[in-house]
């Protein structure tokens, strides 16, 4: 019988309730104790669905708690630093949702305090776009396969902002955003994997749905955060990256995903985690994943292999969570300055 691991959650929100709780919850000698939430209603909802046996409305109470070994905290962006911070220096790993933090200084003042506390598993939700893929590409660009990777296409298309009467959304409120901007965040995180890390960027956008009702409370709500964006970034490998993220665009011609233009062919990734390969001079053909290699949903079994075997965080680090964040905020300060800005800069 595995060490008793016992949970407290802060936040159940849907990838908490449809991944985070089941998942574990069905690995042998992890429990979940306790469940908070910003109502006692909505938390005991929660706690109903998954026999969980406690429900408290203060966060400070899961992270006091003393028979609560880890946290899982899945608010918003705007709570995982003070809750992250908090659980750490009350000695309990945490496994915080992505994306990491508000913006890059939130962000590496986690890394700093996990850093304090060595002992502890710090780790983020990942960006689930690619876990079938992921080693699979990177091998292709370090190995010499694409040969020279010169352009890197990153195409995010669709049209949630279409409809005037569409819910607000919290990825639409900068206070608790920050500097993410819709998706842009999980696809940055998946080009680190696969290129290594961005060194400049240059940024446009705007909001042309730029009010919603708040349902907070009922009054109109100013958008700032785009649901038009380009980038254009440069890797520190030399790859040129162009970026579209749009939330306006019906039935769009090009379709979603991810194309790498190699020197001696071209890779390109679809959503559903789908990969087809053209060689120079000749016509794409389905990929599959190296052999052996094909990850999958496994998020909270490698949180508790972690606290148990010591494993490394792979996916994701709280330094992984640190540049993809550097990136986003230098985005949104490109956008806002009309510059290009260094990533040193941030």
Not at 35 to 58: H, K, L, P, Y
Not at 77 to 91: D, I, N
Not at 99 to 116: K, N, P, T
Not at 277 to 299: F, I, N, Y
Request: charged fraction near 25%.
């Amino acid at each position: 019988m595995p060490d008793p691991i016992r949970v407290g959650v802060i936040g159940a929100g849907g990838n908490t309730r449809s991944r985070h709780i089941p998942g574990l919850q069905a690995i042998e000698g992890v429990e979940v104790v306790v469940v908070c939430n910003r109502s006692e209603e909505s938390g005991q909802r929660v706690a109903d669905e998954f026999g969980i046996s406690r429900v408290v409305t203060d966060p400070r109470e899961v992270l006091d708690a003393a028979d609560v070994d880890a946290v899982c905290i899945g608010t918003w962006p705007y709570r995982h630093r003070e809750y992250t911070v908090a659980a750490l220096e009350a000695g309990k790993h945490v496994l915080v949702e992505a994306r990491i933090a508000m913006d890059a200084g939130e962000a590496r003042e986690m890394l700093a305090v996990s850093r304090q506390h060595p002992d502890l598993v710090a780790q983020i939700v990942p960006s689930p776009l690619d876990f079938k893929s992921w080693r699979t590409i990177r091998r292709m660009v370090q190995d010499g396969t694409l040969g020279e990777v010169r352009e890197a296409h990153v195409t995010i298309l669709g049209g949630a902002s279409l409809k005037p009467e569409t819910p607000l959304h919290w990825r639409e409120r900068v206070e608790y955003s920050g500097t993410n901007t819709m998706t842009l965040g999980l696809y940055i995180e998946a080009v680190h994997r696969w290129l290594g890390p961005t060194a400049r960027v240059m940024a446009d956008g705007t909001t042309f749905l730029d009010e919603r009702t708040n349902p907070d409370d009922g009054q109109p709500y100013r958008i700032e955060v785009p649901d038009s964006l380009g980038v254009l970034a440069t890797m520190e490998s030399g790859t040129r990256v162009t970026y579209r993220v749009s939330a306006v665009t019906h039935a769009p011609v090009d379709r979603n995903g991810v194309a790498l233009y190699g020197s001696t062919g071209t890779l390109h990734w679809q959503p559903g985690d789908r990969m087809t390969w053209a060689p120079l001079g000749e016509e794409p053909q389905p990929l599959e994943p190296d052999a052996g290699t094909a990850g999958d949903w496994r998020v909270e079994q490698d949180f508790i292999d972690s606290i148990r075997e010591g494993k490394p965080v792979e996916l994701t680090s709280f330094e992984d969570g640190v540049l993809y964040m550097r990136v986003t905020e230098a985005v949104a300060r490109s956008r806002k300055e009309g510059r290009a800005v260094e990533i040193g800069e941030v």
